[in-house]
């Protein structure tokens, strides 16, 4: 009788805590210039300028025009990159069509700022094969009679050179949309034959509808960049405070953690 009447006093206990409602204070902060760049082996140079948005914003964000962009390559070449739309800079030049091996420096003169970075193109790993398997869960298999398959497991099959650093940037698109982004090295993988798997949840998806994927070869930074990514929500690993991802950009806001 006594344990019964332990247990109902826990349980009202429990039902009868009283919930407190905390207004968060999000501060509006001035608007911030984010550069975005990108050189490589298939096209010109480009870079988009752009400003930030208030979380509690539309999510948009204004383009910025008039800024001075210039590319220089290892080779001394150097552009200053024409606007070509709002907010986007694009090269001309046969210079700026991606290298491997060549190291890039990028300059910004927009507005009261000075912003850098340089990035090196990498060694090129050609993608030997991709398969897809439809299944109820990731790893669950593919499905049987009605049973709904929601999750799609993408396996990238490639050979990583032996004795290089390799770094990979895959990116997932359906019908042309991209959907979700990942980076990975190949410190456990140096030299193997690679079958990467990318695990996409998308219970849409209808007959006729396209998956697609792009690898891209990148240097340390970028990365670092899209590695800290995951992180900047609860700051560096371990950490007890928020960080901002790492940059390889130098005169702008956000810090390496």
């Known amino acids: 009788m006594k344990n019964i009447l332990s247990t109902i006093l826990s349980t009202i206990f429990l039902f009868t805590s009283c919930t407190e409602i905390i207004d968060i204070n999000t501060n509006a902060a001035d608007p911030q ?3 975005e760049g990108s050189i490589d082996t298939d096209g010109k140079a480009w870079v988009y300028i ?9 999510n948009v964000f204004p383009l910025v025009s008039d800024a001075v962009v210039k ?4 080779d001394g070449n150097t552009e200053e990159l024409p606007e070509v739309e709002p907010g986007k800079y694009v090269s001309n030049s046969s210079y700026f069509i991606g290298t491997v091996g060549k190291t890039y420096h990028l300059s910004v003169e927009v507005e009261d700022k000075n912003i850098s970075s340089s990035s090196t193109i990498p060694y090129f790993v050609q993608i030997d094969s991709i398969s897809v398997q439809n299944s109820i869960f990731p ?21 990583d050179p032996i004795s290089i650093t390799n770094y990979y940037r895959m990116m997932l698109f359906v019908n042309g949309t991209p959907k979700s982004n990942h980076v990975y090295t190949d410190k456990f993988n140096d030299g193997k034959q690679v079958n990467q798997t990318l695990i996409m949840y998308n219970p849409e998806l209808t007959s006729g509808d396209t998956i697609s994927l792009e690898m891209h070869c990148i240097d340390k930074n970028v990365y670092e960049y899209f590695n800290s990514m995951g992180n900047s929500a609860m700051g560096p690993r371990n950490a007890s405070s928020p960080a901002n991802p790492y940059t390889n950009l130098s005169g702008a806001i956000l810090v390496e953690p």
């Open 139 to 159: 790893g669950g298999g593919p499905p049987v009679g009605n049973q709904p398959a929601p999750f799609y497991e993408i396996n990238v099959h490639y050979s």
């Open 71 to 74: 590319i220089t390559d290892s």
């Open 50 to 58: 752009t400003k930030t948005d208030n979380l509690n914003g539309n």
């Open 33 to 35: 210039i984010v550069v």
